[in-house]
C-alpha cells in the first residue's frame, strides 16, 4: 500500500472515529439538557405549588377557624351563641347573629373554591403536606354533604358548596379574594339570586335559632375543621389550642320541627 493511500485511510478512520465521538457527545448533551429542562419544570411546578398554598393558607386558616368557634358556640350548649343573639337578643343583635353566621359559613366555602381554582391545573399529589391538606378539606365537605345524619338541617352538598362559595369570591387585578362581610350584607339585600343560594342555609339556622337541639352534622363538621386547622397550625402559632377545641361526639337530639316531617329519627346521627 502506497503512502498516499495509507494516509487517506487513516484520515478516513480518524474521521469517521470523530464523527462517531461528536454524535455520542452530542446525544449526551441533548439528554442532559433535557434532564435539566425536566428538573427545572419540576421545580418550577414545586414552586408553583408552594406559592398557591401559601398564598391561600393563613386565609384559608382564619376562615375554618371562625366558622369552627361559630359552630362551637352556636352548638355547645342550649345557651350558646343564637340561643342568646337570636331568640333572646335584640332585633340588631338578631339580625347580626343570622347574617354574619351565615358570611362565616360563606367565607369558609370561598376561600376553599380560591384554593380549588388555584390548584386545578397544578399536580398537588406529589406532596405529602398537600395531599394531606386536600384529604382534610375533603373530609369537611363530605361532613357537610353526608347522608349519614338523617335529616336535612345544615346539609349542603358539594356542588352548593363551590357555588355558595363562587359567589362570594371576587378579582381584583388577577388577584382572587373573598368579598368582606359589608359587601355580602348588600348583596343579601339588593341580589335576589345571590340570595336565593343561601336560603336553605338561612333556614337551619333559623330553626337552630328557634329551638336549640344538638346538630349531629354541624358537630361533625366542627371536628373535621379543628383537624384542618391543627394540621395548618400544628404549633398553635397563630390560633391558641384552646381555641380550637373539638366538640364531643355524642347521639343528636332531633328538633321539634323535624318531628313533623319525619317519625323515625331513631338513627339521626349514624
Not at 401559601?54 to 371562625?66: H, K, Q
Not at 355580602?184 to 341580589?191: E, I, K, Q, T, V
Not at 344538638?214 to 389550642?241: K, M, Y
Request: glycine share 6%; aromatic share 10%; proline share 2%.
Amino acid at each position: 500500500m502506497s503512502t498516499d493511500l495509507l494516509v487517506a485511510a487513516v484520515t478516513g478512520a480518524v474521521a469517521l472515529v470523530s464523527v462517531a465521538i461528536s454524535a455520542r457527545a452530542s446525544r449526551r448533551q441533548t439528554l442532559l439538557a433535557a434532564e435539566l429542562e425536566r428538573q427545572a419544570a419540576a421545580l418550577s411546578r414545586d414552586a408553583a405549588r408552594q406559592d398557591v398554598m401559601s398564598r391561600v393558607r393563613d386565609p384559608l386558616l382564619w376562615a375554618a377557624f371562625e366558622l369552627q368557634s361559630r359552630v362551637y358556640n352556636i352548638t355547645r350548649s342550649q345557651f350558646g351563641f343564637l340561643t342568646l343573639y337570636y331568640k333572646e337578643g335584640t332585633p340588631r343583635e338578631r339580625e347580626y347573629a343570622l347574617r354574619n353566621t351565615l358570611y362565616v359559613f360563606a367565607q369558609y366555602f370561598g376561600w376553599v373554591e380560591i384554593l380549588r381554582q388555584r390548584i386545578q391545573f397544578l399536580n398537588l399529589g406529589e406532596q405529602e403536606y398537600n395531599r394531606k391538606v386536600m384529604e382534610l378539606l375533603h373530609e369537611v365537605s363530605g361532613q357537610f354533604s353526608s347522608d349519614t345524619n338523617r335529616g336535612t338541617g345544615f346539609r349542603i352538598f358539594r356542588g352548593e358548596q363551590r357555588a355558595l362559595g363562587e359567589l362570594v369570591t371576587s378579582s381584583d387585578r388577577g388577584e382572587q379574594n373573598c368579598i368582606g362581610y359589608v359587601d355580602f350584607c348588600h348583596r343579601l339585600d339588593a341580589d335576589r339570586d345571590f340570595a336565593a343560594w343561601f336560603t336553605s342555609l338561612e333556614e337551619s339556622i333559623r330553626h337552630l335559632g328557634d329551638e336549640y337541639y344538638r346538630e349531629s352534622r354541624l358537630i361533625s363538621v366542627q371536628r373535621a375543621l379543628v383537624q384542618l386547622i391543627n394540621f395548618l397550625d400544628p404549633d398553635g402559632e397563630r390560633f391558641p389550642q384552646h381555641g380550637t377545641r373539638a366538640l364531643p361526639e355524642q347521639r343528636a337530639e332531633a328538633p321539634r320541627w323535624l318531628n313533623s316531617h319525619q317519625t323515625d329519627l331513631s338513627d339521626l346521627d349514624r
